[in-house]
Nanobody
Framework: QVHLVASGGGSVQAGGTLRLSCTVV??????????MGWFRQPPGKLREGVAA???????KYAESVKGRFTISKDNAKSTLFLDMNSLKPEDTAMYYC???????????????????WGQGTQVTVSA
Protein backbone atom coordinates (compact mmCIF):
# COMPACT_ATOMS: atom_id res chain seq x y z
CA GLN A 1 0.00 0.00 0.00
CA VAL A 2 1.16 3.52 -0.90
CA HIS A 3 0.00 6.30 1.39
CA LEU A 4 -0.65 9.81 0.02
CA VAL A 5 -1.42 12.87 2.11
CA ALA A 6 -2.91 15.91 0.39
CA SER A 7 -2.91 19.36 1.94
CA GLY A 8 -3.05 23.06 1.12
CA GLY A 9 -6.71 23.54 0.30
CA GLY A 10 -8.67 26.51 1.50
CA SER A 11 -11.00 29.35 0.60
CA VAL A 12 -9.87 32.16 -1.69
CA GLN A 13 -11.44 34.87 -3.80
CA ALA A 14 -11.52 34.73 -7.58
CA GLY A 15 -8.15 35.64 -9.04
CA GLY A 16 -6.30 34.30 -6.04
CA THR A 17 -3.51 31.77 -5.76
CA LEU A 18 -3.20 28.51 -3.87
CA ARG A 19 -0.61 25.73 -3.65
CA LEU A 20 -1.66 22.16 -3.02
CA SER A 21 0.81 19.55 -1.80
CA CYS A 22 0.77 15.77 -1.79
CA THR A 23 3.34 13.84 0.18
CA VAL A 24 3.83 10.24 -0.90
CA VAL A 25 5.15 7.83 1.70
CA UNK A 26 7.55 5.86 -0.50
CA UNK A 27 11.34 5.77 -0.92
CA UNK A 28 12.81 8.50 -3.10
CA UNK A 29 13.85 6.02 -5.79
CA UNK A 30 10.28 4.76 -6.01
CA UNK A 31 8.81 8.26 -6.18
CA UNK A 32 11.12 9.18 -9.05
CA UNK A 33 9.60 6.35 -11.11
CA UNK A 34 6.00 7.15 -10.21
CA UNK A 35 3.38 8.81 -12.37
CA MET A 36 1.16 11.22 -10.45
CA GLY A 37 -1.90 13.31 -11.06
CA TRP A 38 -4.28 15.81 -9.55
CA PHE A 39 -8.01 15.26 -9.89
CA ARG A 40 -10.96 17.29 -8.72
CA GLN A 41 -14.62 16.70 -8.08
CA PRO A 42 -16.90 19.76 -8.05
CA PRO A 43 -20.06 19.47 -5.97
CA GLY A 44 -22.64 17.34 -7.77
CA LYS A 45 -20.29 16.48 -10.64
CA LEU A 46 -17.99 13.64 -11.67
CA ARG A 47 -14.32 13.58 -10.81
CA GLU A 48 -12.07 14.90 -13.56
CA GLY A 49 -8.36 14.98 -14.27
CA VAL A 50 -6.67 18.35 -13.77
CA ALA A 51 -2.94 17.83 -14.24
CA ALA A 52 -0.45 14.98 -14.34
CA UNK A 53 3.28 14.42 -14.30
CA UNK A 54 5.02 11.14 -15.07
CA UNK A 55 8.25 9.73 -13.75
CA UNK A 56 10.20 11.42 -16.54
CA UNK A 57 8.71 14.83 -15.77
CA UNK A 58 6.33 15.03 -18.73
CA UNK A 59 3.21 17.01 -17.83
CA LYS A 60 -0.39 17.05 -19.04
CA TYR A 61 -3.13 19.56 -18.24
CA ALA A 62 -6.84 19.73 -18.66
CA GLU A 63 -7.81 22.43 -21.15
CA SER A 64 -9.69 24.32 -18.45
CA VAL A 65 -6.55 24.94 -16.39
CA LYS A 66 -3.85 25.39 -19.03
CA GLY A 67 -1.85 28.53 -18.38
CA ARG A 68 -3.20 28.86 -14.83
CA PHE A 69 -2.12 25.69 -13.01
CA THR A 70 1.35 24.19 -12.79
CA ILE A 71 2.12 20.67 -11.61
CA SER A 72 5.57 19.92 -10.25
CA LYS A 73 7.36 17.56 -7.92
CA ASP A 74 10.24 17.49 -5.49
CA ASN A 75 11.80 14.06 -5.79
CA ALA A 76 14.03 14.49 -2.74
CA LYS A 77 10.95 15.08 -0.59
CA SER A 78 8.63 12.66 -2.44
CA THR A 79 6.16 15.52 -2.74
CA LEU A 80 3.83 16.59 -5.53
CA PHE A 81 2.61 20.18 -5.95
CA LEU A 82 -0.15 21.96 -7.79
CA ASP A 83 0.28 25.71 -8.09
CA MET A 84 -3.09 27.25 -8.87
CA ASN A 85 -3.18 30.81 -10.20
CA SER A 86 -5.99 33.07 -11.40
CA LEU A 87 -8.50 30.88 -9.60
CA LYS A 88 -12.09 30.93 -10.77
CA PRO A 89 -15.31 29.93 -8.99
CA GLU A 90 -15.55 26.93 -11.32
CA ASP A 91 -12.30 25.63 -9.81
CA THR A 92 -14.19 24.97 -6.59
CA ALA A 93 -13.91 21.24 -5.89
CA MET A 94 -12.45 18.56 -3.71
CA TYR A 95 -8.94 17.99 -5.05
CA TYR A 96 -7.29 14.57 -4.91
CA CYS A 97 -3.76 13.45 -5.65
CA UNK A 98 -3.14 10.06 -7.17
CA UNK A 99 -0.14 7.84 -7.88
CA UNK A 100 0.69 4.89 -10.10
CA UNK A 101 3.96 3.01 -9.68
CA UNK A 102 4.88 3.21 -13.36
CA UNK A 103 7.17 5.64 -15.14
CA UNK A 104 4.49 6.54 -17.68
CA UNK A 105 0.79 6.08 -18.27
CA UNK A 106 -1.21 5.98 -21.49
CA UNK A 107 -3.97 8.27 -20.21
CA UNK A 108 -2.53 10.48 -17.46
CA UNK A 109 -5.78 12.39 -16.87
CA UNK A 110 -7.94 9.29 -16.50
CA UNK A 111 -8.58 8.22 -12.94
CA UNK A 112 -8.45 4.53 -13.81
CA UNK A 113 -4.73 4.89 -14.58
CA UNK A 114 -4.03 5.37 -10.88
CA UNK A 115 -4.07 2.83 -8.09
CA UNK A 116 -3.27 4.96 -5.04
CA TRP A 117 -5.21 7.99 -3.88
CA GLY A 118 -4.97 10.66 -1.24
CA GLN A 119 -7.83 11.72 1.00
CA GLY A 120 -8.62 14.97 -0.80
CA THR A 121 -8.38 18.64 0.12
CA GLN A 122 -11.15 21.17 -0.43
CA VAL A 123 -10.65 24.26 -2.59
CA THR A 124 -13.35 26.92 -2.56
CA VAL A 125 -13.18 29.98 -4.80
CA SER A 126 -15.66 32.78 -4.23
CA ALA A 127 -16.71 35.29 -6.86
Amino acid sequence: QVHLVASGGGSVQAGGTLRLSCTVVVPEVTFRQTSMGWFRQPPGKLREGVAAIDGDGTTKYAESVKGRFTISKDNAKSTLFLDMNSLKPEDTAMYYCAAELRVRTWWPLREDEYTHWGQGTQVTVSA
